[in-house]
């Protein structure tokens, strides 16, 4: 477990600012998660449920978890599990509804963990700088509808990105998948997250070219694809970010990075040459047949002075 102390400043700065600070596209979440659970905030029995499957599906080799305690009454739902290490619940109104779990730099050892689908109400979930590993779970949807922030860096994870990832976390403003094994190409569905503001993918496996779409985002404010297997030119619509964003990618090229993109081959001109590939063979074989059955008119035709005309037309047509 990594102590406080070499937490990067970023990571620090994003943990206070999940706590103290919340968006425009957060309070709109926020309101329709109030507006979906006022009819069943009584009960808690589900997210009871939700960390019990939790913890039983992590290693917790150094006891981060220990205070979840769920020894008595559980059926009748009096667990204060907002006091749980790393739980933070929703109003009071909604007592005992899990909205936030901070779980990051615990130590947690094994796989995405399961029974999220129970907290019906979270919106954060941060399992940062862990030693999780594997892919992510393809009803990460089902799990976590009303998701907003994703914290899963400096983990182990790998796989691919989901491709249908816009479907899985349509609320989603804070994206971090950084530091982990992913590999494959960017899904372009990325593109289909209107409220995307941060976007963290540098430091994984990731390969082929970067999808135009991703500057369509409007609220898109912070991008780094650093430290991938990246290729091709940079999207004209991503130039705003700044080249360090792009850096420790061998094949990408164009502004904002200093490696300009090499000048690609005209198709007219392939064209041409294909043209001309296909006149030479078809020359080649009504020559042929000529010098078979008519040798002494091939003998003439190419002996001749006709034959230096000839060749003179077909010097001047290949220079031009």
Known sequence: MLPASVLSPWYRAEH??????????FMIVWLLLILSSLSSCSG??????????????????????????????????????????GVECWPDYC?????????GNL???????????????ITTLNLSVNNLSGPLPADISLQMPWVTHLHLSHNRFSGEIPPDISRRLPFVTFLDLSNNGFSGEIPRTIADLPYLNTLNLQNNQ?????????????????LNLSNNSLSG??????????????????????????????????LGLRRVNDASSVGAAVGFVVG?????????????????????????????????
């Open 44 to 85: 808690t029995a589900s997210d009871v449920l939700c960390l019990q499957h939790l913890k039983e599906s992590l290693g917790d080799p150094h006891g981060a978890l220990s205070s979840w305690n769920f020894s008595h009454n559980a059926t009748e739902g009096h667990h204060d599990i907002c006091g749980f290490t």
């Open 206 to 222: 990731l390969a082929g070219r970067i999808p135009e779409q991703i500057g369509d985002l409007a609220r898109l404010k912070s």
């Open 107 to 121: 130590g947690l050892q094994g796989s995405f963990p399961r029974g999220l689908q129970f907290c019906t109400s």
């Open 233 to 266: 030119p940079i999207p004209g619509s991503l130039r705003r970010f700044a080249a360090e964003d792009f850096a420790g990618n061998d094949g990408l090229c164009g502004v904002p990075l200093d490696c300009k993109c090499k000048k690609r081959m005209r």
């Open 95 to 103: 007592k005992n509804r899990v909205m936030f779990l901070h779980l």
């Open 288 to 320: 042929f047949v000529a010098a078979f059955y008519s040798p002494h008119w091939f003998v003439f035709v190419f002996s001749g002075p006709a034959s230096a005309a000839r060749a003179c037309d077909a010097s001047e047509i290949i220079s031009v």
């Open 16 to 25: 206070w600012h999940d706590r103290v600070f919340m968006s425009m596209d």
